[in-house]
């Protein structure tokens, strides 16, 4: 390497790490969570959709406030956790705007229940317009497989 490249080459190294340590985003900009808070539900096979992708993400999924209807399918993601103070709501799955219960929904929202919370789904839950609304300490009691986020606190 003849003189004039040599000391170019070593300002080269120190430059280049620099480069890397400015463009590169700081620890606390890559979320490892994403929050779920107080969510509605919504349509059951759009929320299916959702949890497939939530799944995917390789992220920690925080179910936080209230979480209902076609929501509670999320709580048994395996990235997922509940939040301390959350509390989530079952009833009947219904077409928009009716009472009216259709066939077969119950069945895909129950297969992604565990333990106990399946055991209530299909014991009545599955069939009733008024919500059934639990703590995400209770939820935990009738599903220990669910975990109470420790990231969050209070």
């Known amino acids: ?5 040599r000391p170019l080459a070593l300002l080269a190294v120190p430059l280049l790490a620099l480069a890397c340590l400015t463009t590169a985003p ?10 779920i808070t107080n969510n509605r539900g919504g349509n059951v096979l759009q929320m299916v959709q959702r949890r497939s992708e939530l799944e995917r993400s390789g992220k920690t999924v925080r179910i936080r406030g209230y979480c209902r209807s076609a929501c ?4 048994t993601l395996p990235n997922a956790c509940l939040g301390p103070r959350a509390r989530i709501g079952f009833h009947a799955p219904r077409i928009p705007n009716t009472q009216i219960i259709p066939p077969y929904v119950d069945q895909i929202m129950g297969n992604f229940y565990r333990n106990g ?3 209530r789904w299909f014991g009545g839950w599955n069939r009733s317009i008024e919500m059934q609304v639990i703590t995400a300490r209770e939820y935990v009691r009738l599903d220990p497989q669910a975990r109470i986020c420790g990231s969050i606190r209070g």
């Open 1 to 5: 390497m003849t003189r004039i490249r």
């Open 26 to 35: 700081p620890a606390q900009a890559q979320q490892s969570f994403i929050d």
């Open 72 to 75: 509670t399918i999320l709580t």
């Open 117 to 119: 919370i399946r055991d």
